[in-house]
């Protein structure tokens, strides 16, 4: 079971724009970050979803409800 409410917000985010086909420097413009902050990003996501790289990522949500990922926060 993938646990996505222990991804932050940004993460989510993140997410969200890494399934629409978007490149770190473009996710980094989108959110108005830096590169270096969206790969450390990147990383903490693959830890807590438990998968390797942003493929594993996009693959993983597909095989998700939309609702279970675009959730409300408390």
Known sequence: M?????LTHREQ??????????LD??????LDISLD???????????KLNVRNRSEVIALINTLDVNDFFFERA
């Open 2 to 6: 993938v646990h996505l409410n222990k």
């Open 37 to 47: 902050t969206v790969k450390k990003h990147n990383k903490s996501i693959y830890k």
């Open 13 to 22: 985010e993140i997410i969200q724009i890494l399934i629409r086909g978007k």
């Open 25 to 30: 420097k473009e996710i980094a413009d989108e």
